[in-house]
């Protein structure tokens, strides 16, 4: 049983900026992608959305999005039980924000929703641990889920494997990169879940989350072509990158 003063004396904030920092030094360009997102979430719905952190781990998009929207509200649903208990705690006590612990492959997991409709649903960093098969069959879910004229939006990795020379130069270099720049303190994150491992709070947690998932995502990376053809499929009226680096982009969906 967990010791309840234990887990109210749990700093979440901290836990927050550590998977923050671990998520940059892989991912330098992490905020601009939220940036991004956000601004389109702005251009498409306005400025109270209703919004579905879709895979949202500790809740980095619904931070960034009620720290600009504070008007809006936030539903996150996700299956990891570590991350989700870094979620609850740091946003106990904020009526805008609902957890959902589900899991995206099962068909009924949309049940489980406080809200039958969403403005946007919004997604970073996650989906690739899907296979195509279940994507698409999400996909087909999140097009019943988004109102009209609201949006889906999913950063990730994107391959394009009719590029392969590119895709190789820019693995190289991002790693060599990588290699060079000093973490300043970020643990990479292999390290920061063993620091879970070891916290009192998060070591049962955590130890179920890698019974769930192993140790690395089983997934597809497919090129954003396939993703927006896909959306487009599934029920979406418009689909199309919104920005993009070498290695990652943020695809929108219109409904």
């Known amino acids: 049983m967990t010791d309840t003063n234990t887990t109210a004396a749990t700093d979440w904030q901290a836990w927050q900026e550590s ?29 109270e959305p209703r919004v579905l952190d879709l895979a949202c781990g500790t809740g980095s998009i619904t931070a960034r999005l009620l720290d600009r929207f504070p008007d ?3 539903t996150g649903v996700d299956l990891d039980p570590a991350l989700l208990t870094i979620a609850r705690g740091t946003f106990a006590g904020d009526e805008r924000v609902t957890f959902v ?6 068909p009924d997991w949309p049940a489980r929703l406080p809200h039958g409709v969403y403005d946007a ?9 899907l296979r195509n098969e ?13 109102r009209h004229g ?37 643990l990479d994150w292999a390290e920061w879940w063993q620091r879970a491992a070891e916290d009192p709070v998060l070591a049962a947690p955590t130890a179920r989350r890698f019974e769930i998932y192993g140790s690395h995502a089983d997934g597809e990376m497919p090129s954003a072509a396939w993703h927006a053809r896909v959306l487009r499929e599934k029920g979406f009226a418009e689909a199309r990158p919104v920005w993009c680096s ?6 929108l969906a219109l409904k």
């Open 19 to 47: 998977w923050d920092r671990q998520q940059e030094w892989y991912m330098p360009d992490r905020e601009e992608r939220f940036r991004i997102m956000l601004d389109m979430v702005e251009a498409c719905v306005g400025t």
């Open 72 to 74: 809006a509200i936030s």
């Open 101 to 106: 612990e589900a899991d995206l492959k099962d």
């Open 121 to 129: 649903v919004l997604t970073a960093t996650a989906l690739h641990w």
């Open 134 to 146: 279940p994507l698409g069959i999400l996909y087909g879910q999140l097009a019943e889920l988004v």
């Open 150 to 186: 609201g949006v889906f939006m999913n950063a990730d990795h994107m391959i394009d494997d009719t590029t392969p020379r590119i895709n190789a130069a820019e693995s190289i270099l991002r790693h060599t990169r990588m290699d060079r720049t000093q973490r300043g303190g970020a």
């Open 246 to 251: 070498p290695s990652d982009t943020l695809l």
